[in-house]
């Protein structure tokens, strides 16, 4: 109903047209939400595993701390598949996708090495899943000529990160 009437007044008052090529304004994605979530899941990780060594993982306390840990961990994973189809999605273009045509083959890594992230609890695939979105990263900031420095991350677990060089 509400598209019948601003069709009409359309009509009547010669209403200007507005389009847009992306869900949010342009210049404002960052792949950094994702690399975070990756962190993340390798901190969860390193709980879990530090737990199972405790004297009381039995107890109700050691499961609690797993339980949380996998949920946030799944949590996390699902963060990073979000994050990263959206900017693959909306902000990349035909331009983006001539100059790095290996986008879309990272992109599914990405996605296939998180859900081994939510699957299990080796540190090696939230390493692996990291390192991948530093890659995405990297070409992320080469799209806006920004250049790009690995630093280690002052977080723990202190993984290296690509950073834009502002």
């Not at 090529?21 to 595993?49: E, G, M």
């Not at 199972?52 to 996998?70: F, H, Y």
Request: hydrophobic share 40%; with cysteine; glycine share 4%.
């Amino acid at each position: 109903m509400v598209y019948k009437i601003t069709n009409v007044l359309d009509t009547f008052l010669d209403i200007p047209s507005a389009t847009a090529h992306c869900d949010i304004p342009c210049k404002i994605y960052d792949p950094s939400a994702a690399q975070v979530a990756a962190a993340t899941i390798v901190r969860l990780i390193d709980i879990v595993n530090e737990t199972l060594k405790a004297e009381d993982v039995m107890s109700l306390a050691g499961q609690n701390t797993i339980a949380r840990c996998v949920m946030r961990k799944e949590e996390e994973a699902e963060k990073v598949k979000h994050e990263v189809r959206i900017i693959w999605g909306d902000y990349f273009k035909a331009p983006q996708f001539e100059r790095f045509p290996e986008i879309h083959g990272l992109t599914h890594n990405i996605m296939m090495k998180a859900s081994v992230c939510k699957q299990g609890v080796a540190r090696e695939d939230g390493e692996a899943l990291a390192e991948l979105l530093n890659q995405f990263a990297e070409i992320f900031w080469a799209t806006k000529d920004v250049k790009t420095a690995r630093h280690n991350s002052p977080n723990l677990p202190n993984l290296p990160t690509v950073y834009p060089s502002l």
